[in-house]
């Protein structure tokens, strides 16, 4: 350990800043997921629908904080001038993303209506109050 610390303090300061500032910026996604999943714990109790839709959530969290990380990493290569723009591949890949989760909410949303529409005849259909 004091190797390390010995090490870190070998470089200049500008190195040392930056060094910090990555590793602060690449363990804080984590954090969040972790907080999200710990705050999900009680919640996910109350049946079997909540715990699917708990786990997905933490999962998409999960995978949102890796790829995240990957473009911060190029992010701040391209900021300090170390790497280039390679904003083709993440420009489609958020385009397809977005697409997909308005397609799902869509879809969701729409099942969702026409199920309480359902439930609304079937309960008129019985001579429920309007």
Excluded at 64 to 84: H, P, S, V
Aim: aromatic share 6%; proline share 3%; charged share 20%.
């Amino acid at each position: 350990m004091i190797g390390r610390v010995r090490g870190f303090r070998s470089h200049s300061k500008v190195k040392q800043i930056d060094l910090y500032s990555r590793g602060v910026l690449y363990v804080a996604p984590w954090l969040f997921v972790l907080m999200q999943a710990g705050g999900l714990v009680g919640p996910a109790r109350s049946g079997p629908a909540v715990q699917y839709l708990a786990l997905a959530l933490v999962v998409v969290s999960a995978v949102q904080a890796g790829t995240g990380i990957g473009l911060l990493r190029r992010a701040l290569d391209r900021y300090l001038g170390k790497g280039e723009a390679q904003l083709r591949g993440a420009v489609g890949a958020l385009v397809r993303a977005a697409d997909r989760g308005v397609r799902a909410a869509r879809g969701s949303a729409g099942e969702g209506l026409r199920r309480a529409d359902r439930a609304e005849r079937a309960h008129d259909a019985h001579g429920g109050s309007p």
